[in-house]
């Protein structure tokens, strides 16, 4: 059986117990705040403030085995609410992200000579205190790396700030501390095995100076596809394009809008993503030209992607790029680069299309065929859906079950 930590999960991390389980190996799950029909956290989900809750619910079957260590979690959330931003900034604060990561590793490693698991499974910046222990009790060691390694994350978006340094403020990724940096490392020395989901991901760590065990690529699912969607005549009106993801320039805004831009009202960009939290008046200036909202529900996102012809994720630097998934179940066509998942999951020009990362030039090009030839966009938009369809977020989960067990079985 198998321990597996998460902090917060998500969607990748239900999936993945959702297939540990189906196949009999979770054995117990460590998180923060974990919601369950009937339990506090479901009931304060109800209530306006802490609605938030409701993101942290996991399948009913995986209640037994899931053990929540929420103080450090709660506290972070509630010093964000009223405005208590020291006890949050990024490492050094007592309720920071990586505060909560730290108290969950510890608490799965504290766990373990009791529990005695076949394995452990755990994420970047929430292994290392659990590695170390199960390395002491001879136990197996999964690693799971959501995205690129950090020294070429590090090259790769020290170039894109160079190019660019009016954004250099939204490129957040330059900041960890070496501490930090060391930790990352230590946790890929520790893994005897790594999970990543991507090709570019897997790609990226061939910059780790030391010895890898086996990488192993298994792309996420997609959400439930659509198969009824209507396509609306191109005529006279304007290309919809819609960029949803944080608004740095890690994920190609500079060159999104300097590309959408040449094209002027021959189509009509909508930007949903948080702001940075510094300052960026060339960011500021570009929302402006354009329809620009700061954040929706999950669903009111798929709807909205249904709504649109395309959906453009120019990014330099993806462990994978959920948002990619989500436009394709809903038959909308991906323009995205080959530094995010989009090489597993698209076949250029027929399910969705590559453009080489940082090339406004190449976007452009993508955008004039469509706009020139607006038909395809209904064809590419049912391939995609029909390519969402064959993987569903159950189709991961088996496969990284059926994965963890050969690496496990001797």
Sequence with gaps: MITVSHPTGNANVRAALRGLEAAGLLGQFHTAIATYPGNVYDGLSKLGPLRDFARRTFPSELATKTYTHPWKELGRLLAGKVGLQPLTRHETGALSVDAVYHSIDRRAAGSLARVQPTAVYAYEDGAAR????????????????????????????????????????????????????????????????IFVASSFTAATLSEYPGTLPPVEVIPYGFPPAVSDRQYAA??????????????????????????????????????????PAADCPALTRALGLHTYIPSLPHAEILQLMRQQDLLLFPSHFEGFGLVITEAMSQGTPVITTERTAGPDL???????????????????????????????????????????????????????AAAVTRVITP
């Design 130 to 193: 659990t590695f170390t222990r199960a390395r002491d009790l001879g136990i197996p060691t999964l690693y799971d790396l959501p995205i690129g390694y950090w020294r070429a994350a590090r090259r790769i978006m020290g170039e894109v700030v160079d190019q660019r340094p009016d954004w250099a403020m939204t490129v957040n990724s330059l900041q960890d501390s070496p501490a930090k940096l060391a930790r990352k490392d230590r946790e890929l020395a520790l893994a005897d095995h």
């Design 346 to 400: 698209i076949t250029d020009g027929e399910d969705g299309y590559l453009v080489a990362a940082g090339s406004a030039d190449a976007l452009a090009t993508r955008i004039d065929a469509l706009l020139t030839a607006p038909e395809r966009i209904a064809a590419v938009g049912r391939a995609a859906s029909h390519r969402a369809g064959q993987r569903p977020w159950s189709v991961y989960g088996r496969e990284l």
């Design 234 to 275: 191109g005529g006279n009106r304007p290309l919809r394009l819609l960029f949803v993801g944080g608004l740095s320039q890690r994920k190609g805004l500079a060159e999104m809008f300097e590309a959408v831009d040449r094209f002027g009202s021959r189509v009509a960009l909508t930007v949903v993503g948080r702001l």
